[in-house]
């Protein structure tokens, strides 16, 4: 097995990434975003992370969240709130690597970023658990600041950098909607990997979605998954899709060798919005 595939999935189990401070993003950012981030090049670039890192296998959850919101138009209102909320919709695989989620701190600096994650996927034993991440990941580097400093003094933007809180429901976001509303109503729906076709489930949730009327950015593993959901939400909605199909550039770059259908896959591969 190569030694990136290893560390891969030693990550599963640590808050730490089997890499070197060289491939990861251990620390913040030697400098804020000049301009929107639009492909892994770019990210790579002002991460100072060389291209044959492999990290964008498990950042690529929390680089979707970035550019959903991106495309929902709310990335100049980042700059000018203090906390940013988003429902993120049907979490599975991001629940063994939650930690991946504190790069939103480099992100969205200065904006505290809350996130309700509820899916019926979510552990009766974790239902209602919080989660801070105040810090990076940290590297296998022993000597590395971010060791013992996570913040690099040398970094400009470090002392506006906020906290990602994470919260756990188990359970539909049509059924737990109105608790989890009270503290906390959303500026942005995510529903990643959704497979909305295959799931009667997301119906009621599709109807709630356009009751409350808040922006709503969906992905799934290929095009043709994104063509049925759309498909789908029309139905309930008798509406098209507020953005339409189109590729991610943030999508993992590792195809999907077990999906059923006959069709290149990749997760968070496509997405559009309603």
Known sequence: MP??????ILWLESDTWNLSNILCPCRG??????????????????????????????????????????????GSLTSEISKL???YLGPEKELLQLAVFGELRALFPGVFVQIELIGPAVPHHRDGDKIDLHSYAHC????????YKNENTSCSICHTSS????????????????????????????APNAGIAAYA?????IELIKEINVPAVFSDYCEE??????????????QPPRLPIQLNPFRQPMVVEDSPLHLPCYSNCFLFAM
């Open 3 to 8: 030694l990136w595939c290893i560390g891969y």
């Open 29 to 74: 950012p030697s400098s804020p975003i000049a301009k929107a981030l639009c492909s892994w090049k770019d990210y790579y670039e002002w991460r100072c992370i060389p291209l044959q890192s492999p990290v964008s296998l498990l950042l690529h959850w929390p680089l979707t969240v970035y550019h959903s919101i991106q495309l929902a138009g709310l």
């Open 85 to 87: 909320c988003i429902h």
């Open 140 to 147: 296998i580097e022993q000597d590395c600041d971010c060791r």
């Open 163 to 190: 906290a990602v809180t994470l919260q756990l429901h188990r359970g539909y976001y049509h059924e737990r909607f109105l608790d989890i509303s009270e503290d906390s109503h959303p500026h942005l729906v995510i």
């Open 201 to 205: 489930s997301w119906l009621p949730t």
């Open 225 to 238: 998954a994104c063509n049925l959901a759309a498909c789908c939400i029309n139905a309930v909605t008798n």
